[in-house]
C-alpha cells in the first residue's frame, strides 16, 4: 500500500469514528424514553457476572454437550 492511500485510509477511519462520537452525546443517555422502566435496584457484581458471563458458558456446555453425547455418525477407525 503506497503513502497515498495509506493516508486516505487513515482519513476516513478518523472521520468515521470523529463522526460516531458526534453523534452518539452521552447527555442523551440522561433522557428517559417511552416506557423505561428501571428497578428500584440495580445488579450487584454477583448478578451481572451470572447473567452475562457463568450463563453463557453453562449454556455452550449444555449444548455441546448434547451435541457430543446425540452424535450418530459413524466413528471413524485409527489408522497406525
Known amino acids: 500500500m503506497d503513502k497515498k492511500n ?3 485510509a487513515g482519513a476516513l477511519a478518523a472521520g468515521t469514528t470523529l ?3 458526534l453523534m452518539s ?6 433522557t428517559r424514553d417511552d ?13 451481572t457476572l451470572g447473567l452475562y458471563v457463568a450463563a453463557p458458558i453453562v449454556l ?5 454437550g448434547l451435541v457430543m453425547v446425540l452424535d450418530k455418525s459413524p466413528k ?5
Open 6 to 8: 495509506a493516508l486516505r
Open 25 to 30: 452525546s452521552p447527555a442523551l443517555a440522561l
Open 76 to 80: 471413524q477407525q485409527k489408522q497406525g
Open 35 to 47: 416506557g423505561d422502566d428501571p428497578g428500584k435496584h440495580g445488579l450487584s457484581v454477583i448478578d
Open 60 to 64: 455452550f456446555l449444555v449444548i455441546a
Open 19 to 21: 463522526m460516531m462520537l
